[in-house]
Structures are given as C-alpha cells and as structure tokens.
C-alpha cells in the first residue's frame, strides 16, 4: 500500500505543470458559457494581430504551452478566436491547435482553449498515436489514485476555482468494475454557490489509467446572479410536492433483447419533474423538454370495423388496386416498379409479406413527382403512402382545421378497427397560424395508439395533408398485431407507482439558469418569444434578454448497472433489455468477506457470472459448465453481453440442452462461434461441473494459443502427475502464465473447480491478456 501511494505521488508530480503568476489569472475567473459567437480564424504566419484583446493569440498560445505542458515538436497548426455569450455579458476566448507530425505523418494532437479575457485556461484534450503502447490489468491507477491527480491539477491549473468546487461522486462512476486496462476516469467538480451545487457549472477532467490527464474543461460563469433565499421547502417537503405533482404513464413497451416470442409489457413510467426550492411550484421545461398535447378522446367511440384477416394474398394488381382506391394520385400517375418481399418477424415469430409500388408523375413529358405503397400482402392493410410534388410554390390555402379532418378521416378509414384506440396529437396552432402560409406546404399529425389508457410506445400512425389541395400526401402505419387482454387488467396504481419510482430517483437540490425575455416591459414566455420573432412581429433588438438563477429541487436517476422499467400488474422491477425481473439495490454477497479471493469473487458477481442466493455466492461451491462459459465470454468481451441474436426466433439452438430461453443461450452460441467449445455429439450439460484440464483448455482457447498447445512436445512440463494430464500442452500454458497454480507439483487434471478458483482463474486471464498484447515492431 505505501509502494502504490508513492507511485500515485510520483504520478501526480509528472503530470502537474509550473503554476503561473497570480496576475496571469487578473480579474474574475470565467469560463465557456452555453453559447458561442462566431469564431474569427487567425493566420499563423500573419504578424500582425487583428484582435483587441487583453490577452493576445501570441500570449495565448505561450500560456497553452506553459499550462498544457506541450512538448516542442508540437507545432501551432491553427489558430481562432469566438466569443461566449454569459449571463451578464461576453467572453473571449482562443482556440488552438497544436500538432505532432513525424516524417509526415499525423502522430498526435492537442486542443487547447485559453480565455482572452484573463489567461485562464478553459479547455484541452489530448490524443497521442503511440501504436506501441498497450493497456495493463488490473489498472495501474484506479479511480481513488485519479481523483488524487485530478485534484492536485487543478490546484495547480486553476488555484482561484479549487475552494469554489466540490467533487461529484455520482459522475463518470464506473458501476461495474472494468474488464480491460484502457479506462478513463471522467471526474467532476461541481460548482459551489451558498453551500449549493450548480451543477451546469464545473471543472470536468479526464484521467487514463497511466495516471495522465488527458482532458480537462473549465465551464464557469461568474456573471451569474445568484439569488439569497431566506426560507425554502425542506427536503421532506420537496419530496412530498414531488409525489403530488407525480402523474405515472401507462405504456405498453418491448423489452427489445427479450428471448423468443417477445410480449408487450404494461409499465408505469414518470417523467423526471423540477421545482422551485421556495414554493414548489413545477418548471415543466427546465432543460427546454416538451410533451405534445394529446387529445383526451380518441377518433372514434367504437371500432369503425373488423381487425383485417391475414390470408389475403394479394397479387400485385390487387395491391395497386387497394393503394389507388384509398388515396388520391395526381393525374399523369404511372407504375414504374413493384416488387414482393417476405421477413420473418424477430419479434412476433411470424412471416410478414409485403408489396412495394412505385410511380412516377408526369405532366407534358416532363416528371413532376413520384409516389410510393407499401401494402400487407396478408391483410390488404397499406402501411405507407408518400406523394412528393415538385417545384410548387403556391401558398397553402387549406385551414388547419380542414386539414385535421382530413387526417382523422384517414385513419378512420385506414384504419377501422383501430379508430377507437387512436389518439390525435395536437398540432402546434402557432406554427400553422394564417400569416406562416407561406412558409410550410403541408400539415403533419400524429396519432397515439393507447390500449386501456396505455399508450403502446412502438406503435406509429402519422399523416400530413397537402396545404393547397387538401389531398393526403404520406400515410404511415405502424400497428403491430400483439394480442391485448380485452379489459384493463389489475395495477398496482398511481399512488404505488409514484412510491416505487421515488425511490428510483433522488432529489437534489441546484441551481437553475432560467432565460427570460422582456418586451415592453412585460416579461414574455421564451417559446412566446420564438413564434413573435420568426413571424416578425418582434425584432431581437427590440427585447431585452435576462438570465435570472433561481433554486430549484430536481429528480435525478440513481446510478445502476442496467436499464429498467416498473411492472404496472407487479409493482417489480423489470430489466429493459431482458424482461427479466430485477431489483434497484443489487444483491451483495456476504460470504466472501475476509476470503482470498474476495476481490475476483465480487467482480464475477457484479458481471452477474455468479449468482447470489440469500445473500449468499457459495465461493467454495464447484462452478458449473454454464458458468465457466458465461464468465469467459463476458471476460473476452470486456463484460458486455454477446451481440447475438437473443431474439432471433429463427434461430435454433446449437445444443440440445441448451435452449434459446435458456440464460445461458448467448453466452454458449458464442463461445461456440469462438471455437471455445465444440458441438461433440450435440450436448453441452451446462449444470455440468467443471476440472481442471477442462478449464486449462477453455482459457488457451480464448488466448488463441491452443493449436500452439497441441505441440507439448515444445514445453518444458515437470507437472508430477504429468502422466495423468490429457492436455499437456494446455496445462503447461496456463501455468507458465501463472493463470492456475500447481498443488505440492501436481496439476491434479480430474479435481474439480471451485468458484472461487473459477473466478480467480479469469481474472489471472485478464492481466495475461493484456501482458500478451503485441504490439508493432516498427510505426
């Protein structure tokens, strides 16, 4: 341990660069704001300086250097300078790229951003083309030994912002530990306004593994006015506001990695919610987020008619024959191409067919658009419709409300036995007010299929409607043909749901930067504002702009490993990706405290590798076939989930014991198309337990060294028991590697593994495969 932390000093001491004067950092310390002038570019050979400012490119480009620490060989490339518009006022700022080239060849950059303002440094990242450098695991600095360094940087780069920032321990957490030596750490501070964090103002960094930064970013705005707030809701309070104003969402969604046959599932979802800290009362579109309105009723009270029947079997006439009753095709219309196309559906198991038509418009020999059909072959149902016209500048003379009636006729008529399950979203009156005729040639509308109140989130049904003619110009339907209980089944209701995802979230409280537009001295609501100033009722001169802070309580996720969604019929927690039931607190073994292989054990556990039962992992246990694999191919694939076809239900399982919904499935298919594993005679046994020899094999495989390991006659093997090993060659591999240990000099082929010795096995896999690495004799 004192070893490392003098390594960690050493490291510190490398990276830190000579500090400046204090009069380099004059005046009040600033930095990027969320919106940037135009940039003016600046020639690197002219002598002459075209920008007034306090701090001069050349000056700029000596502190970058000096702060940045940039080698000689680097050279200026480029050069510009913009300005950052803040709260109070602007900032300028230079922009400066320094390149590495070696005989003409592009070997590494440095980015650099320095205020021109005061000389502080604002930004900078790095990249080196060093073809013969590798990663090495386990890290050689972890994130402890990187905040150290992040730390001691930026007391050294920007010492006036080092008392004003606080470390943010939930940004750029790793939540599972790494399974490969090329890690960042991302680390932020935030700001610190009253004992508050402002979170949209902080000092970000990056550090590698080798202990270098490699990119560090300043964004600060001292202009800012923040508000002294004598009294606010307490946190109980703002929690309580929190769960009055909540309003959970029933939607039907996919679970889009879920195995074979995959089902809608009915979830609650909530909406992240802001409020102000000093009345509760709610900001809606904190970060400029909007909800369109959907209307409270939908088309139609009833279905209009029957669902369609496949069967149809519509030939090619027949196909153009239904497309041309249903919509309107300018005179001079002709087909120009159909073709036929069948898919099986992932998702349903299912064959879908389809017809595609194609038209070209015409008019005294000269195209004037084109159109294009898609239409279910086995329902008859058209699924898409587009007509393009071009070159018509006419001005649009159909209403909104002409053409609304249009759109909802449509799908009343498309689309019967769904009428009463579609939804209309409300088009924006402002954006297709009279005096913008001119600007837009067609209406758009969406429609929301919602089943009992919830609305199906991976169905789509949207047309727009020419605004001169008032015909349809595109049609598109997306109804998927799940089967939905016919009545609202039982919820864990609104109030559950509210207290479940409450608990998903944390309330924090911060700062906001709220935009304010003044106009005659009234204050106008900023999208107000856009609509007056794009229909030129207003000019931008003629508003005042204000920034005002103000203190707010915000919902913001907690940090976990996997995406999730809430069971609306359960009240549990789902797995987005699987379907698979889970939980937000992730369970932690209590069994290997203390055990010599703690470490390894709670890194297959945090990989999901191992489970836990009862809090329990049973290190001493015999590991499974099934879970030797999973743990090799997560290692291989540095801890992600094989991108296999889950839920291909096309596919066929390789392994008679081993089925598509089987957990082990991806992990198996893919060691398989590895060459980790062989077919043998079609069985795999995954509940099978695993020795020595045969895990000795498995990892030489996945180094890539096994045909090499058929010649033992190149090793130097002085196992005892070397008579009773199969797979000498293997064996002598992984133990020259120091991945598995001899016991009194025996190898001891045929004694089972235990979970423990599993998991310490691929970890000793993970630090050889780094070391084994090679890199490229020459650049």
């Known amino acids: 341990m004192k070893n490392r932390k003098r390594w960690v000093a050493m490291a510190v001491a490398v990276m830190m660069v000579s500090s400046l004067p204090a009069a380099a950092f004059a005046d009040t310390p600033a930095g990027p704001a969320a919106v940037s002038g135009e940039a003016v570019n600046v020639d690197k050979e002219n002598a002459g300086e075209p920008i007034n400012v306090a701090v001069s490119k050349e000056k700029a480009t000596s502190l970058a250097r000096e702060l940045v620490n940039i080698p000689k060989e680097y050279t200026l490339q480029g050069a510009s300078y913009s300005t950052d518009l803040l709260a109070g006022g602007k900032r300028g700022a230079w922009s400066l ?26 930004e900078f990242n790095s990249y080196v083309d060093d073809a013969n450098s590798k990663p090495s695991y386990p890290l050689k600095v972890e994130r402890s030994q990187a905040l150290e360094i992040a730390k001691a940087y930026i ?21 599972l530990p790494p399974l490969t030596g090329e890690v960042r750490h991302s680390i932020r501070y935030d700001r610190i306004v009253n004992g508050i964090s402002y979170v949209d103002n902080y000092i970000e960094l990056e550090v590698d593994s080798e202990g270098h930064v490699v990119r560090y970013s300043l964004v600060w705005d001292s202009t800012i006015e923040f508000p002294k707030v004598d009294k ?18 029933l939607t039907y969604i996919l679970p889009y990695g879920a195995q074979k046959n995959t089902k809608p599932a009915l979830s609650y979802g909530l909406e992240t919610m802001t409020i102000q800290a000093t009345d509760g009362k709610l900001l809606p579109e904190m970060y400029g987020s909007r ?33 041309t009753a249903a919509f309107k095709l300018p005179a001079g219309a002709k087909v120009t191409s159909t073709s036929y196309n069948e898919y099986a559906n992932e998702r349903t198991g299912r064959t879908n067919a389809n017809w595609n038509i194609s038209w070209t418009i015409a008019s005294n020999n000269q195209e004037t658009g084109s159109a294009y059909a898609t239409v279910d072959s086995d329902t008859g149902v058209i699924v898409s419709f587009n007509c393009y016209l071009y070159g018509d500048d006419t001005k649009a003379t159909v209403t909104l409300e002409q053409a609304k009636a249009t759109a909802i006729e449509t799908v ?9 399950e579609l939804y209309l979203v409300e088009p924006n009156k402002d954006q297709y007010s009279p005096e913008k005729a001119a600007a837009f040639d067609a209406y758009y509308f969406g429609f929301v299929h919602k089943v009992n109140g919830a609305t199906v989130s991976y169905d789509r049904v949207s047309v727009s409607v020419d605004g001169k003619t008032g015909e349809v ?24 749901a509210t207290e479940k995802w409450l608990t998903y979230y944390r309330t924090q409280l911060t700062y906001y930067l709220a935009q304010q537009y003044i106009w005659r001295g009234q204050p106008i609501p900023t999208e107000k504002y856009k609509v007056m100033l794009a229909a030129g009722e207003v000019q931008a001169n003629e508003v005042e702009y204000k920034t005002e802070a103000q203190l ?49 054990l709670e890194l297959m556990v945090a990989y999901k590798a191992l489970d836990v039962k009862d809090g329990k992992v049973r290190p001493n246990a015999i590991v499974t076939r099934g879970e030797l694999i999973k743990m090799l191919v997560l290692a291989m694939n540095s801890g992600h989930k094989p991108m296999f076809a889950a839920g291909d239900t096309a596919a066929r399982a390789s392994f008679n014991d081993v089925a598509t919904s089987s957990s082990y499935y991806v992990y198996v298919e893919s060691a398989l198309q590895q060459n ?3 077919i043998g005679d079609g069985t795999f046994n995954p509940e099978g337990k695993v020795d020595r020899e045969e895990m000795a094999e498995l990892i030489v495989r996945a180094l890539g060294y096994n045909t090499l390991a058929n010649y033992d006659q190149l090793f130097r093997i002085e196992f005892k028991d070397a008579a009773k090993v199969e797979k000498k060659g293997q064996a002598a591999i992984v133990v020259g590697l120091g991945i598995m240990t001899l016991s009194n000099g025996n190898f001891a082929p045929e004694k089972q593994v235990s979970r423990a010795e599993a998991s310490a096995a691929f970890f000793r896999f993970l630090q050889s495969r780094a070391d084994l690495q090679e890199a490229p004799l020459r650049n």
């Open 97 to 122: 790229d320094f390149v590495k080239k070696v005989n003409g060849k592009h070997k590494g950059s440095i980015y650099a951003r320095i205020s021109a303002d005061s000389g502080q440094l604002l």
């Open 155 to 175: 007391n050294t780069i920007a010492p006036a912002y080092k008392d004003q920032v606080q470390y943010n321990p939930d940004y750029g957490v790793q939540l």
């Open 232 to 249: 606010m809701l307490s946190l109980q309070e703002a929690n309580a506001k929190l769960s009055e104003l909540a309003k959970p969402v």
């Open 291 to 323: 909800t369109e309105a959907v209307s409270p009723s939908p088309v139609a009270d009833k279905p209009l008619g029957e669902a369609p029947k496949k069967g149809a079997s519509l030939t090619e006439q027949g196909a153009i024959a239904k497309v």
């Open 412 to 420: 009343k008529k498309q689309l019967p036995w769904a009428a009463n």
């Open 473 to 496: 110009r595109n049609f598109e339907s997306s109804l998927s043909d799940y089967a939905y209980p016919s009545k609202a089944p039982n919820l864990i209701g609104d109030k559950q």
């Open 552 to 600: 707010v309580y915000r919902m913001v996720p907690r940090l976990i490993d996997e995406a999730v969604f809430l069971d609306a019929e359960t009240g549990s927690w789902r797995n987005s990706d699987t379907g698979e039931v889970t939980q937000l607190e992730k369970p932690q073994a209590t069994d290997v405290n203390g055990h010599w292989a703690q470490r390894q």
């Open 676 to 678: 980790l594993i062989d």
